[in-house]
Each structure stands twice: as structure tokens, then as C-alpha cells.
């Protein structure tokens, strides 16, 4: 009789314990999802307050600009003075708007990524709805936008590399469509991709830029039943996710 009761008593803590693990582990998880949340909102913080000074910077010296470029005209340098007008619009170009959507992450991660490949030299266009990808685990959600762009990028900086009159271009398209939170990266392509590689493999010494995070783009989307597409159209190579709402 009292090996039973010691056996129920087991199994009662056993079972109390279980949950408390359980328990533990959500709120460990919960934590953690709030200690990314608050880096990426002090880093935006941070990017912003970057952006802010280079505007102030520029409208101060933007007078200066103005005159000197007048003093050209006024001597009739109009070749210095296109040159001239030309830095100052780098300038501008360089100073990109701050994309805010709402979500902290993605506000992260678009404006690193997207201001890399600025400095790159790289146009970038971005279509970015305010989406919460509430579903997917934040480290998922990082490392499958972070691929997507980084292999996008690498792409760029490579066929520039290899041709300095390539004209490299970026878009980035974020939004919701027939059940979907849709992610659609393309960057232009000089010759194809997958004529040479169409299954997008990589290899330790030489490989094409996509092949690199492709393997880790399918597991994260197939991860939460999505889907992923990778195909080239118009001069550009795209790659997408679909995750479902």
C-alpha cells in the first residue's frame, strides 16, 4: 500500500514538474523575444538619430553649396558647376529615407541590409506593408529575410565586380496577398543564373552568390507550411517566401 502511494506521490511531482519545465521554457522563449525586440528598437533609435544629424549637416552647408556653385556659373564654369551639383546629389541619394513599419525587426533589418547596399553603389526600390509575420519565431523571421537580402547583395557587389558599367539594381517588395505574408527580393542579373546552376547549388570553393543561403530560405518557409520560388524574369533573378497568415 505504501509503495503505491509513493508511486501516485512520483507520478504528481513528475507531472508538476513537467509543467513547470513547460512553463519555464515558454517564459525563457518570451524573454528572449523581448531582449531582440528591445535591441532592435535601440539600434533604430540609433539609425535614426544618425540620419537626423546628416540632415541637419546638409541643410547647414547647403547655403555654401549654392554659392559655390552660383561662382562657377558666374564665371562661366558650367562644366565645374555640373560636376559640383553632381557630388551634392550623391550626397542626397546617400542620406535614404528610414523605412518604419511598425515591426521593429523588419524595420532593422531592411534599413542595415538596405543601407549597405546604397554604400554598395547599389539602386535600391522597396514596397514594404506595415506586417507583423506574427507567426514565425523572430530568429527565423532575421534569418530568412537577412538571406534573402545578403544573397541579393553579394549577387550585386559580384557582377559589379566583374563589370564596372553593371548597373545594379535591388527591389524589395514586402506585402500580404490571398492568405499570404508575401517577402519578393529581385536584383538584376546580367546573364542567367539558372541556366548554369537551376538547382542554385553551392560549392566550398566558387559558387553563385544565391546558392549560399538558398537550403536555409527552404527549410525556415517550409518550416511554417509556406512556400518558396526562386525563377528570373526581365533581367532580374527573384526569389520569394510565402508564409500563411
Not at 530568429?139 to 550585386?156: G, R, V
Amino acid at each position: 500500500m505504501i509503495g503505491k502511494k509513493t508511486d501516485k506521490k512520483y507520478e504528481e511531482l513528475l507531472e508538476r514538474y513537467d509543467r513547470l519545465f513547460s512553463d519555464y521554457s515558454e517564459l525563457e522563449f518570451e524573454l528572449g523575444e523581448l531582449k531582440i525586440n528591445a535591441d532592435n528598437i535601440e539600434k533604430q533609435d540609433e539609425e535614426i538619430r544618425a540620419l537626423h544629424e546628416s540632415m541637419r549637416s546638409l541643410k547647414h552647408d547647403m547655403k555654401n553649396h549654392l554659392m559655390v556653385t552660383l561662382s562657377y556659373l558666374n564665371d562661366g564654369d558650367v562644366e565645374a558647376a555640373r560636376s559640383y551639383i553632381s557630388q551634392i546629389v550623391s550626397k542626397l541619394n546617400a542620406i535614404h529615407s528610414y523605412i518604419e513599419t511598425g515591426n521593429s525587426l523588419l524595420n532593422h533589418i531592411l534599413n542595415e541590409k538596405l543601407s549597405k547596399a546604397r554604400n554598395e553603389g547599389i539602386d535600391v526600390k522597396a514596397e514594404v506593408e506595415n506586417l507583423s509575420f506574427e507567426k514565425m519565431e523572430s530568429m527565423d523571421f532575421s534569418a530568412l529575410l537577412s538571406n534573402m537580402l545578403d544573397n541579393a547583395i553579394e549577387a550585386c557587389q559580384k557582377e559589379k565586380k566583374s563589370d564596372g558599367l553593371f548597373d545594379a539594381e535591388l527591389i524589395v517588395k514586402i506585402y500580404q496577398n490571398k492568405g499570404y505574408d508575401m517577402i519578393v527580393v529581385k536584383n538584376k542579373i546580367s546573364n542567367s543564373i539558372l541556366s548554369s546552376n537551376p538547382k542554385l547549388t553551392t560549392t566550398k570553393k566558387e559558387s553563385d552568390e544565391h546558392g549560399k543561403g538558398i537550403p536555409q530560405i527552404k527549410s525556415i518557409v517550409e518550416k511554417y507550411s509556406g512556400l518558396s520560388d526562386f525563377y528570373e524574369e526581365e533581367g532580374f533573378f527573384t526569389a520569394c517566401a510565402f508564409i500563411p497568415v
